[in-house]
């Protein structure tokens, strides 16, 4: 069975930092790409960044692009999202999401972290 | 202000067919395949619709999707009080090197 189990969420001040995780199992993780989607309080579906397969391709959201950092453990099928400078507006549940290359479609979703940036 | 716009809301009494639209542009729509998503309030994205109109196993074929130029729809026939959710379109953006995704509509079943 496919699961994806986000955690790191919490609490953090303006400008602070939080490291996200993602843990895969039930499939083979180093043959999938991955994205971290965020939804806020009441709010849609924002997509926020793309890892490839291997990890050398990397996309962000300009939201997020020069602070986030999006990285993955194939030996571990561990994905994670690096945040930095954290704002206000970048309080939301961030969930990890599979990518299936022959559909580019997300086919799996974990159940999601909450980060809430607030002093 | 998503660069893909969805109507926010849409409505139908059980049984009826009702239709959620979703327009973007040639970077996303126009020259990359749609998916669709459902997410019931509380509960993580579902994916419903993939490559335009494929459904993934385990999804009613009253869920059907289709295409057109720079725009996408969602049809839901013999609505069903359990499809009240939102759903939302997405697709990949050429010029923004990423996903985007419809701002939402939320489905009332009256």
């Known amino acids: 069975e496919v699961q994806l189990v986000e955690s790191g969420g919490g609490l953090v001040q303006p400008g602070g930092s939080l490291r996200l995780s993602c843990a895969a199992s039930g499939f083979t993780f180093s043959s999938y790409e991955m994205n971290w989607v965020r939804q806020a309080p009441g709010k849609g579906l924002e997509w926020v960044s793309y890892?490839?397969?291997?990890?050398?391709?990397?996309y962000y959201a300009d939201s997020v692009n020069g602070r986030f950092t999006i990285s993955r453990d194939n030996a571990t099928s561990s994905l994670f999202l690096h945040m930095n400078r954290l704002r206000a507006e970048d309080s939301a549940i961030y969930y990890c999401a599979r990518e299936t290359g022959s559909t580019s479609s997300f086919d799996f979703w974990g159940q999601g972290t909450l980060v809430t940036v607030s002093s | 202000q998503s660069v893909v716009t969805q109507s926010p809301s849409a409505s139908g009494t059980p049984g009826q067919r009702v239709t959620i639209s979703c327009s973007g542009s040639?970077?996303?729509?126009?020259?990359?395949?749609v998916n669709w998503y459902q997410q019931v309030p509380g509960t993580a994205p579902k994916l419903l619709i993939y490559t335009d109109n494929e459904r993934p196993s385990g999804v009613p074929d009253r869920f059907s999707g289709s295409k057109s130029g720079t725009s996408a729809s969602l049809a839901i026939s013999g609505l069903q009080s359990e499809d009240e959710a939102d759903y939302y379109c997405?697709?990949?953006?050429?010029?923004?090197?990423?996903?985007?995704f419809g701002g939402g509509t939320k489905l009332t079943v009256l």
């Open positions: 997405a697709a990949w953006d050429d010029s923004l090197s990423g996903w985007v």
């Open positions: 040639s970077s996303n729509i126009g020259s990359n395949t």
């Open positions: 890892i490839s397969s291997s990890g050398r391709t990397i």
